[in-house]
Nanobody, 121 residues
Framework: QVQLVESGGGLVQAGGSLRLSCAASGRTFSSYSMGWFRQAPGKEREFVAVISWSAGSTAYASSVKGRFTISRDNAKNTVYLQMNSLKPEDTAVYYC??????????????WGQGTQVTVSS
């Protein structure tokens, strides 16, 4: 069992940066790939980034590649999402998830409650 708690969301102007954190409980955190997804009002949940259990592999949505960076610290049971050059279209609730290394939400077993990111123009 893994419990996930996101933090770090907030209101930022376009061009600004935020760093999201996702703290996990449970001894098996390091065995899961960790993903970040986001959901804007009226839209489906979409993939943002994923990192393998060893941090040896990462993948990004084309819309965030070059602006966002996913990382993890298995010693701290935490995964991060550094978001730079934010755009108004990045506004959404951001969720972290634990599961298989995939871009598909159904591949993840555990989800956090989400943290709101709002980017003003």
């Amino acid at each position: 069992q893994v419990q996930l708690v996101e933090s770090g969301g907030g209101l930022v102007q376009a061009g600004g940066s935020l760093r999201l954190s996702c703290a996990a409980s449970g001894r098996t955190f390091s065995s899961y790939s960790m993903g970040w997804f986001r959901q804007a009002p009226g839209k489906e949940r979409e993939f943002v980034a994923v990192i393998s259990w060893s941090a040896g592999s990462t993948a990004y949505a084309s819309s965030v590649k070059g602006r966002f960076t996913i990382s993890r610290d298995n010693a701290k049971n935490t995964v991060y999402l550094q978001m730079n050059s934010l755009k108004p279209e990045d506004t959404a609730v951001y969720y972290c998830a634990a599961g298989l290394m995939s871009t598909i939400p159904d591949s993840y077993n555990y989800w956090g409650q989400g943290t709101q990111v709002t980017v003003s123009s």
